[in-house]
């Protein structure tokens, strides 16, 4: 081999047009990763030093970002599977079918999209709850436990709205509970149901509305929380590493 | 100090109108506090964003190996004539479902799952919530005394209604309750000495996670064609 | 904080791979496979293999419903059923130039494209226009059950008649 493939690699960095883009090249000292994370768009959130302490697994299980993990999974399988669905009465369930039996990795991409959805319910609890038992709600970090809780609601609306879009008997039913359910809210209950359903059933109109929630409103809607969630924990000083004192002086 | 000195002063003067001087009181409640810290710090490329990259990818890899060999349910398609028995909700609403089979809908429905929202919201906002002391540190009998009161009322409450899947967590949790203030103050090891240490906000939310777990339980498992009672290892 | 703490070695001589290095391969080249898989398996995805579209093949009849030396507009399947002396053929109805659908004139013994002035004779050669090619002659056949066969997705020489 008359040069190591990294040494292209490196000459491909250090040229113009891989600078012209990444603006600065890698490198071994504490200024070029200090940049890697300070100078990148997705990543500039980030602080460019961690608190060593926070490294720690046992500290959080890093269910934060796994969460955030799985919504990345169901957004990207979730936009591959909208290719191949109809959201009209009864095109939905044939679209079911053609996904899992005619679709090319379409049986896959839809145990994918399932699964995390699960999960990632499973996980924001989760997260919640080593939230909670861990004090990480504390002073100043308290508005931030709320946007939590709502984006807490958002996962289970989302996950609610992308349950009847199989259109299967699970589907049909589990939602004709709900939104009876949600007709009990007093006064305003049938109200809401009607508005919810885009009518007094559940039929294609229901499909549509939540389509387009669980497509495009709510998925929207957490990504602006999940943007400010995330920007709250810079605000608040980072992760909770257990500074804050306690108010009797144990620990 | 009556005469104007020319020069340069190195304490705060104590004629205000002359010298008028700003003090800031930098309080415990002041928000947002950004303190000197001196702790050791890591890049965050690449410590940070390895260890994130590594532990979401083994999740991942994870997900999709169970992509791979299970598959997502897929009933008939929807008939609005015929309602599947039992017509259940997704796990995560299994438990709502089950309270539903003792409560009205308003109840079950609306005002539970309200309440249940509202006191996460709410949570950091009471000073109870950031204590990190032991529940049985201040006033131990009052506090017993109170704590019974409660644990008689939510088990009254359930009984009444016959909702024992809700009543016999809360008879395990105030089991432990009590126990652990037999246990306090008696610097003891291990689980016990834990238990002992806990406060309040911990025995609330511990209490709310096994009622959770135990009616999610129930609604999955142990419930079947009209929602009757069925053991999941007869079926 | 020490710069130069995870500086990799370059000193190593060409042929030892250190530990590094091989991690760095290892990883850099599972990722490769990844993409590249990624890559093969996401365009095998996005082929549809059902199409909600009706069949090229198109059943046009018995022959004795085209009387000779006619032309007959097929709108639905946007083709001409030409009978002459010869036999038979079949052009598609669909103008060469931007896909507009022709039209049949009996009176000038034209075809003639409504969205931007190409014409054709009766056999598909371009009169006059900016269409690019003639309209193309589809493959026609006779099948076992005595009814006649196009099939609008493939092409056929110029003047190959079929004989009843």
């Keep these: 081999m008359s040069k190591p493939i990294e040494q292209y690699v490196d000459e491909l960095r250090a040229s113009r047009l891989w600078r012209s883009i990444f603006r600065s090249g890698n490198g071994p000292s504490n200024l070029h990763r200090a940049l890697a994370i300070q100078q990148n768009i997705f990543l500039h959130l980030f602080s460019v030093k961690t608190r060593s302490k926070m490294l720690a697994f046992r500290l959080t299980w890093y269910l934060g970002a796994l969460s955030f993990a799985t919504f990345m999974v169901l957004v990207s399988t979730g936009i591959l599977l909208m290719l191949y669905y109809h959201p009209s009465v009864p095109q939905a369930y044939q679209d079911m079918k053609d996904l899992q039996f005619t679709v090319s990795s379409g049986i896959f991409l839809r145990n994918l999209h399932r699964w995390s959805a699960h999960a990632m319910v499973f996980l924001v609890f989760a997260h919640m709850f080593k939230v909670f038992y861990r004090s990480a709600y504390r002073p ?12 807490l609601l958002f996962t289970l609306l989302l996950s609610y709205t992308g349950y009847l879009l199989p259109w299967d ?3 049909y039913w589990a939602v004709t509970v709900g939104s009876n359910i949600a007709s009990a809210v007093p006064v305003v209950g049938a109200k809401m149901r009607f508005l919810m359903l885009g009518g007094h059933e559940v039929n294609a109109n229901a499909l549509l509305r939540f389509y387009v929630l669980h497509c495009v409103i709510l998925p929207l809607v957490a990504v602006v929380f999940i943007g400010i969630h995330f920007w709250r924990i810079r605000k608040d000083g980072g992760l909770y590493a257990g500074e804050e004192d306690a108010h009797d002086g144990a620990k | 100090m009556t005469e104007p000195s020319k020069a340069p002063v190195h304490a705060v003067s104590s004629d205000a109108k002359r010298d008028p001087r700003r003090v800031v009181f930098v309080t415990r409640r002041t928000s947002a506090a950004v303190r000197t810290q001196d702790e050791p710090r890591s890049m965050t490329y690449p410590e940070t964003f390895l260890r994130l990259l590594t532990v979401i990818e083994a999740f991942v890899v994870g997900l999709v190996v169970i992509a791979l060999s299970f598959d997502a349910p897929l009933e008939g ?3 609005p004539i015929h309602t599947p028995n039992p017509a259940k909700a997704p796990w995560y609403f299994l438990g709502l479902q089950e309270l539903l089979h003792y409560f009205p809908p308003l ?4 005002v539970i799952p309200g309440l249940v929202v509202t006191a996460l919201v709410v949570i950091p906002y009471f000073d109870v919530n950031m204590e990190s002391g032991s529940i049985w540190s201040k006033n131990k009998p009052r506090k017993i005394r109170i704590a019974a009161a409660v644990v008689l009322a939510l088990c009254v409450l359930f009984a009444v209604f016959d909702v024992f899947v809700a009543l016999v967590p809360t008879l395990l949790i105030a089991a432990f309750l009590f126990i652990s203030s037999s246990w306090y103050g008696k610097d003891l090891k291990g689980f016990r000495g834990w238990l002992a240490s806990k406060p309040l906000p911990f025995w609330i939310m511990t209490w709310f996670l096994v009622e959770l777990i135990v009616l999610t339980a129930v609604g999955t ?3 079947g064609p009209g929602w009757s009672w069925v053991l999941p290892w007869r079926s | 904080m020490s710069d130069e703490k995870q500086n990799p070695s370059t000193t ?10 091989f991690f760095i391969r290892l990883g850099a080249g599972s990722m490769a496979i990844v993409a590249v898989g990624s890559g093969l398996f996401g365009y095998d995805f996005l082929t549809p293999r059902v199409l909600y579209e009706a069949s090229p093949l198109v059943n046009v009849g018995k022959p004795d419903q085209y009387p000779v030396k006619s032309v007959t507009f097929d709108p639905a399947n946007r083709i001409y059923i030409v009978r002459e002396d010869t036999g038979f053929y079949s052009l598609s109805a669909v103008c060469t130039h931007l896909g507009c659908v ?18 054709f004779k009766k056999d598909g050669v371009k009169i006059e226009g900016p269409a690019p090619r003639p309209l193309p002659w589809l493959r026609m056949w006779m099948n076992d059950e005595g009814d006649m066969m196009v099939d609008r997705s493939s092409e056929t020489e110029h003047r190959q008649f079929v004989q009843v």
């Design chain 1, 140 to 151: 100043p970090r308290e508005f931030n436990w709320v946007i939590g809780v709502f984006l």
């Design chain 1, 169 to 171: 008997q699970l589907s």
């Design chain 2, 77 to 79: 398609i929807a008939d």
């Design chain 2, 107 to 110: 109840v079950a429905g609306v």
């Design chain 2, 221 to 223: 498992f142990f419930r």
């Design chain 3, 12 to 21: 190593e001589t060409a042929d030892v791979l250190g530990r590094r290095q």
């Design chain 3, 102 to 119: 022709t039209a049949w004139k009996p009176e000038l013994d034209i075809i003639a494209c409504p969205c931007h002035g190409s014409k």
